[in-house]
């Protein structure tokens, strides 16, 4: 395609492309912003303008935007072997390679991974491998998933039924049967008078209040993030996980812990499982697999369910023609050497992750900010008109929209949730780079405020 400008961009894009999550008449009448090029943890947009992503994209780019041994690796592989399928008996060597170098990283008792293409479909791939799961135990009636509201796993169907986001099981029908949904560990909006710990208690027992009320012989799973990402960054109180485990340990139900936010290295560790210490039995992947650079995704399967899908026997009636894709799986493999070999896992857990924390929780002293939160390179700030009450300017999300506008105009993608502004950058931003992220967001707190009158 010759160059275009970036009118003649937008006007096409207005014309032909529908966009994910979108107002389509609202962008109509607004236009996009055309991405052009990144580098490192930058991205500049087709009018020039320099943008420090402390998105990662979306929550995928760990490694960074640039690294040309991708590229290389893809471009090679797609001369070897472009595409071959994992059905009817065959593989290749990329989708071995990163099964392998999948369990390695993953916790101790999870050496198998079924591949898909996205977070989405490893969710689906979740929903329907549980339930054969019990099948083959001789348990069918165990089929319900236990979620948590203002949970994200996907946008299909089963994905986004397991997700908890009321907005979208408004559209289309959703939540499909056999999924329920109990409250999250939101401490700042829902936490009321209780403490922080507290709270996590409570939060947790609603777990067990609901297997209790279903009856353990009909719950097939309780499937959550570590850290819910899209739903905010909320990091649950440390009460939470602990209390949860125990009452998976009374019953036997298994444990699906969504790993694609958390996955490869965000909080310090390969997986949020590791953080928390949990052990699930199946870890949904995507997005830091293979840092965004093409699309792949997995589901990790513990010992237990592994051992019962292949001992027993019969098919598994499902599959995906991109499950393993020899050029992604190249990509991804090369993506997780470059994470263990360049020691960036153990560097944001050592250094940038703390030296993030630190740094971003100063903006707490900032008039518009209620709560700091994080872990590692995670984290989120509410905005809030009242610290104490911890309440909102508005019901509608306007502040967090305001702020994020100032800093996208600023040079700084960070993303608001409602009035909640979040950032995940790439694992391999700088201190110094931290120390930019954390003026910009300042500044553009304090344009906010200024445009609301607070100070
Ligand atoms: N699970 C979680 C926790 C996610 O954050 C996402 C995407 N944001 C998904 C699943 C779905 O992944 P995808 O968009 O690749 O389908």
């Known amino acids: 395609m010759k160059a275009l400008d970036t009118a003649q961009l937008q006007a096409l894009d207005r014309e032909h492309h529908l966009h994910p999550f979108t107002d389509f008449k609202q962008l109509g ?88 293409g996205s977070g989405s479909e490893a969710n689906d791939t979740v929903f329907r491998m549980v339930r054969r799961y019990w099948d083959l135990k001789g348990k069918p009636n165990k089929k319900t998933f236990i979620s948590r509201i203002n949970a994200y796993h996907g946008s299909t169907v089963a994905g ?6 009321g907005y979208m099981h408004e559209q289309g029908d959703l939540p499909i049967p056999g999924i329920v949904h109990i409250a999250q560990p939101y401490w700042f909006k829902e936490g009321g008078d209780l403490s922080p ?56 139900i298994l444990l699906v812990v969504d790993e694609v936010i958390c996955g490869f290295g965000r909080t310090g560790h390969w997986f949020g499982s590791d953080y928390y210490g949990l052990k699930p039995d199946l870890m949904p992947i995507a997005k830091g697999l293979s840092s965004g650079y093409l699309p792949i995704g997995g589901v990790v399967v513990g010992e237990r369910v592994a051992e019962t899908l292949i001992e027993e026997g019969g098919d598994f009636n499902h599959g995906y023609t991109y499950s393993g894709h020899p050029v992604s799986a190249a990509v991804a493999a090369a993506n997780i ?42 984290g989120a700030l509410e905005l809030t008109n009242d610290k104490a009450a911890r309440t909102r300017f508005d019901d509608k999300g306007s502040t967090g929209t305001l702020c994020r506008d100032f800093c996208f105009n600023n040079g700084l993608v ?42």
């Not at 943008?51 to 592989?77: F, S």
């Not at 986004?160 to 986001?165: Q, V, W, Y």
């Open 29 to 116: 009448e607004e236009g996009t912003r055309v991405i052009e090029r990144a580098e490192g943890i930058y991205l500049w947009d087709s009018n020039g303008n320099k943008m420090l992503d402390a998105m990662a994209g979306l929550w995928c780019v760990n490694i960074g935007y640039g690294r040309k041994e991708l590229a290389e690796v893809a471009y090679e592989q797609m001369q070897q072997l472009p595409f071959y399928n994992a059905f009817f008996k065959t593989t290749h060597p990329p989708a071995i390679d990163l099964a392998k170098l999948i369990s390695e990283v993953t916790p101790a008792h999870m050496n198998h991974v079924f591949f898909c």
């Open 160 to 165: 986004a039924s397991l997700g908890g986001m």
């Open 197 to 252: 710990e507290e709270f996590g208690i409570k939060a947790a027992q609603a777990l067990e209040e609901k297997i209790l009320e279903l009856g353990e012989d009909s719950v097939a799973a309780f499937i959550a993030e570590p850290i819910q990402g899209a739903g905010g960054v909320i990091v649950p109180p440390e009460t939470y996980w602990p209390e949860i485990k125990r009452i998976l340990d009374k019953y036997d």
């Open 337 to 378: 050497r470059i994470l263990r070999d360049e020691g960036i896992v153990d560097r944001v857990r050592e250094e940038t992750g703390p030296y993030l924390q630190k740094r971003w929780r100063e903006l707490a002293d900032h008039p518009l900010v209620g709560e700091v939160r994080g872990v590692g390179l995670v």
């Open 414 to 455: 960070m993303r608001a949730t409602g009035d909640t502004m979040i950032i995940s950058p790439p694992l391999v931003i700088t201190k110094e780079e931290i120390d930019e992220l954390v003026e910009k967001a300042r500044y553009c707190l304090d344009l906010t405020a200024k445009e609301l009158g607070v100070i």
